[in-house]
């Protein structure tokens, strides 16, 4: 049957659709009349072909999409998704962040922030069966979930045991299908170039999500591997990582209307939610999770200065926290603004109508839709804990006491029963991020975020309260910050955790070591342990009863939205997508007409010399002398600097490869629209637009104002 829904669910594209989708590369060929229609030049047979161009072009760095556009490793993306690699190697004395870096040639390349990956992928198996072998419908919620877990470790072991592959086991319409993902892990990953922060973030917060924007947002790594071709560690001996296929920077660019097609790695959608779960994200997630990023960029902000060490060390965490700040309040007025809810009720209507009108269907699918439900409602009950525990983690100095005691705990057992995360394959990354610590903490800053949480802990409902947090930090049902404080105060004074030798030391020392240990961290992450293992056992009970419970209402909605007619693609979950459709602007609302780009003189208009709008004097002058170059659209007069188009996409596409009708890279996507935020729940092909940088600018920036000789040598430029 799974099968059956597969290849029912391809036969269900047609031509008339809206472009909707983000689309595996195995379902592009019978998307062939939509993508000549549009008037792809290339042959779509090539797009479900991860081994040929341009798909084994594109990459992941882990978070964000990137793609190689030379045979020698070079690799483009977001200046924001390298914007950590900048962060990690600046000083107030080396401020990259605000000057930019270029290396003139491979030697003056720097080592990428630890943990900094490229992953190519290579092949991606159907794995359903091999992963749900040996469940059954009377297992209970954890035995699912531990099947099921135990199977993935397995086929990603045998898939890991050459070591130069990180593989995945992928859950594809939330579980109905299992996908494993075999990529080449690139360890040596090495920064090359970035434009200076008043021209990759200008707008800042203040643009983001917006339109019209003027962001260079781009920037550029170089994967290293040994010289046998063999992904390694950081060596001066490793050579550039040699790439088949890369993409072409069209100097050209594309017009209004012209084709246009993504090709990354989106992060997550949630476009078949229920109803219960889209009014509990809208109305109550978003609002308090708002919140506590807002109050915690305050924190950070009260407690550093501008340009101090202190600061730098947040910024990454500042952007991150500010984006989704904003992300969430926008979803939220999104979603007040529109009929997403009254629609998916009505969705959530017809579909039981349709299922009760046939006496099988009703037999099929009635008790999946109860049974969902009534684990949706069980699980909103400790929604508050979830959350609060969630936001603990920007504590640093108590939340790496429990990730090493965590691994001191898992060592202990046989390597394939240990938990993610803890396994030998994940110990490098480990020990990376215990060494990024160095660079990324303040202790001040550390204590007002723990003091703050902690507040928002005493909050909780008192059966979701922890005894050994109270117990440790003394909270009863009324909070004495003070007495608190104080606790903290010692806690910091009498912990060796932030020194980075230290912390490090900790990574190799036994169960028995941290149980002796008097520093006051680790006695917490010991005496919570327990406590915490419980939680987590019963998150898995749950995570299982929603593993058997979920690919059935799924199966229930392809094969109504089959009925309909309507496409049928996986929700976004990291791995390798398509999405395509035209360069254009959009009306959001009456009277509001946005055009699809715009030019090196609206930087001027928005110019005043403050942050974030204070681009380079030199850029100024050269836009005010007409100094366009190569990189000048007739149809404009002027450079291009960012686009529209409608595609379908998300979080994780952050560097994604814009690509015209001949698979050049004519930009990069970075973020949408404000009506495009929603997207993440609800596509509205009239609104929804993603923007990119164009390449023209990308180019422009990099001849005119930063000379980046080497890099446009080195690139092939296409008219």
């Not at 490793?238 to 209004?256: C, M, T």
């Not at 600061?311 to 990454?316: G, I, M, P, Q, V």
Request: hydrophobic share 35%.
């Amino acid at each position: 049957m799974r099968k059956l829904l597969l290849t029912l669910s391809l036969l269900c594209i047609s031509s008339s659709l809206a472009d909707e989708g983000m689309w595996q590369p195995h379902q592009l060929p019978a998307l062939n009349e939509r993508l000549m229609e549009l008037g792809l030049q290339i042959d779509p047979e090539n797009l479900s072909s991860l081994d040929k161009f341009p798909m084994s072009a594109v990459v992941s760095l882990g978070g964000c999409s990137a793609s190689f556009v030379s045979p020698n490793g070079l690799v483009v993306t977001n200046h924001h998704c390298v914007y950590g690699s900048i962060q990690y190697n600046s000083s107030p004395d080396n401020n990259l962040l605000v000057d930019g870096f270029l290396a003139h040639n491979m030697e003056e390349e720097i080592r990428a922030a630890p943990g900094s990956r490229v992953y190519v992928t290579e092949e991606v198996t159907d794995v359903t069966d091999k992963t749900k072998a040996g469940i059954s419908d009377d297992m209970s919620g954890f035995d699912r979930y531990q099947t099921i877990e135990n199977n993935r470790k397995a086929i990603i072991a045998d898939c890991e045991s050459s070591g130069m592959h990180r593989c995945g086991v992928s859950s594809f319409h939330q579980g109905l299908e299992y996908f494993l993902i075999k990529r080449l892990e690139i360890r040596d990953v090495r920064l090359v170039y970035v434009p200076a922060t008043s021209i990759g973030k200008y707008g800042g917060d203040i643009d983001n999500w917006q339109w019209p924007r003027h962001t260079g947002d781009f920037g550029f790594y170089r994967a290293y591997v040994d010289r046998n071709g063999m992904p390694a560690d950081y060596s001066e001996d490793n050579v550039p990582y040699q790439s088949n296929n890369f993409l072409e920077v069209s100097r050209a660019g594309i017009e209004n209307g012209d084709f246009v097609m993504g090709v990354g790695y989106p992060g997550s959608t949630n476009r078949y939610r229920t109803v219960a779960e889209i009014e509990n994200q809208f109305t109550w997630f978003y609002p308090n999770a708002r919140q506590m990023r807002e109050d915690i960029v305050s924190i950070i902000e009260e407690n550093t200065a501008p340009g101090s060490q202190a600061r730098l060390a947040y910024e990454n965490t500042v952007a991150s926290l500010n984006n989704y700040a904003k992300n969430y309040q926008s979803m939220v007025e999104s979603y007040d603004r529109s009929d997403f809810i009254d629609r998916s009720r009505q969705f959530e209507s017809d579909l039981s109508d349709w299922i009760n009108s046939n006496d099988d269907r009703s037999n099929r699918y009635s008790r999946s839709v109860l049974q969902l439900n009534a684990l949706i409602e069980e699980n909103q009950h400790s929604k508050e804990r979830s959350l609060v525990n969630s936001y603990m983690s920007y504590a640093t100095l108590p939340t790496t006491a429990q990730r090493l005691y965590r691994l001191a705990i898992e060592r202990q057992k046989p390597d394939a029963e240990r938990e993610p995360g803890y396994q030998e394959r994940d110990l490098r990354r480990f020990s990376q991020s215990m060494q990024s610590i160095s660079r990324r903490y303040d202790e001040t800053v550390d204590k007002a975020i723990l003091s703050y949480m902690l507040r928002q802990y005493a909050n909780l409902p008192e059966q979701q309260r922890s005894q050994s947090l109270d117990s440790f930090y003394q909270i009863s049902n009324t909070f004495d910050q003070g007495r608190v404080n104080q606790i903290i105060e010692e806690s910091y004074s009498q912990s060796s955790l932030a020194d980075e030798a230290s912390r490090m030391a900790w990574i190799e020392r036994s169960a028995e070591e941290f149980e002796a240990s008097d520093d006051p961290f680790i006695q917490y992450a010991v005496a919570s342990h327990n406590e915490r293992m419980t939680l987590e056992q019963a998150g898995k009970e749950q995570s299982g009863l929603f593993q058997h419970w979920r690919p059935q209402y799924m199966e229930a909605v392809i094969a109504y939205n089959r009925s309909l007619g309507q496409p049928i693609y996986a929700d976004a979950n990291s791995s390798l997508r398509v999405t395509f459709g035209r360069v254009q602007g959009n009306e959001p609302k009456d009277g509001l007409v946005n055009l699809p780009f715009t030019t090196l003189e609206g930087i001027l208009g928005k110019d005043t010399g403050l942050d974030p709008f204070n681009a380079p004097q030199k850029q100024l002058d050269l836009i005010r002398s007409r100094e366009y170059g190569a990189y000048e659209l007739s149809s404009l007069g002027s450079v291009p600097v960012n686009f529209l188009a409608d595609l379908d996409i998300t979080g994780g596409n952050s560097g994604t490869a814009a690509m015209n009708s001949k698979a050049q890279l004519v930009g990069l996507l970075f973020d949408g629209v404000y009506e495009s935020i929603i997207g993440d729940w609800d596509f509205d092909q009239a609104k929804n637009r993603a923007i990119a940088v164009d390449s023209r600018y990308m180019l422009w920036v990099m001849e005119y104002m930063d000379h980046a000789t080497n890099l446009l040598e080195e690139m092939i430029i296409v008219d």
